[in-house]
T-cell receptor, first 111, second 112 residues
Framework: SQTIHQWPATLVQPVGSPLSLECTVEGTSNPNLYWYRQAAGRGLQLLFYSVGIGQISSEVPQNLSASRPQDRQFILSSKKLLLSDSGFYLC??????????FGSGTRLTVV | QKEVEQNSGPLSVPEGAIASLNCTYSDRGSQSFFWYRQYSGKSPELIMSIYSNGDKEDGRFTAQLNKASQYVSLLIRDSQPSDSATYLCAVNRNNAGNMLTFGGGTRLMVKP
């Protein structure tokens, strides 16, 4: 069966510090991978998606970046965090048209 | 006009009642439709998918799709306090591959 792992679960980082969030998928190959952010009480905002190794599409211009170094690994990064980067970050994978499966999420608080 | 619209709620129903959650979408060529449940502080989980007009039942949940009206709904029968959550409608737009567009979600409160 397919599983998706996302870590860390919570993170408190100072403004200006770097960020690295990792997401890995098991039990499938060549998944479409997505990074979403959900601000408190708000909907899901698509940040990045990837259809293959090294292929990244950005939906929202900001100080975040994403990389896909391996087929089942998706990384979200920032060189310098802003207060506005606080939120609940979700990784998701999809294959065919059967909907997404989300990871457990990372709650990021920038202080 | 938003691509996927939901009433943000909260929708409050008594325990045992039927909860009706609604969603409209703008892309007439949309192919696949999904309902996710998100408990506070948790990630969304897929509870229903529907691909053709009509009703699809799974336990206490029924998804209804009307492509002509661009409308999808979720009915929850015999609502329980444990159903209290935010329900997200998601649509796979035409020619968008596996990309889903999410509505803002409806918060459901089931009162004992």
């Amino acid at each position: 069966s397919q599983t998706i792992h996302q870590w860390p679960a919570t993170l408190v980082q100072p403004v200006g510090s770097p960020l690295s969030l990792e997401c890995t998928v098991e039990g499938t190959s060549n998944p479409n991978l997505y990074w979403y952010r959900q601000a408190a009480g708000r909907g899901l905002q698509l940040l990045f998606y990837s259809v293959g190794i090294g292929q990244i599409s950005s939906e929202v211009p900001q100080n975040l970046s994403a990389s896909r170094p391996q087929d089942r690994q998706f990384i979200l990064s920032s060189k310098k965090l802003l207060l506005s980067d606080s939120g609940f970050y979700l990784c998701a994978w999809a294959r065919d048209s059967y909907g997404y499966t989300f990871g457990s999420g990372t709650r990021l608080t920038v202080v | 006009q938003k691509e996927v619209e939901q009433n943000s709620g909260p929708l409050s129903v008594p325990e045992g009642a039927i909860a009706s959650l609604n969603c409209t979408y703008s892309d007439r060529g949309s192919q696949s439709f999904f309902w996710y449940r998100q408990y506070s502080g948790k990630s969304p989980e897929l509870i229903m998918s529907i691909y053709s007009n009509g009703d699809k039942e799974d336990g206490r949940f029924t998804a209804q799709l009307n492509k002509a009206s661009q409308y999808v709904s979720l009915l929850i029968r015999d609502s329980q306090p444990s159903d209290s959550a935010t329900y997200l409608c998601a649509v796979n737009r035409n020619n968008a591959g596996n990309m889903l567009t999410f509505g803002g979600g409806t918060r459901l409160m089931v009162k004992p």
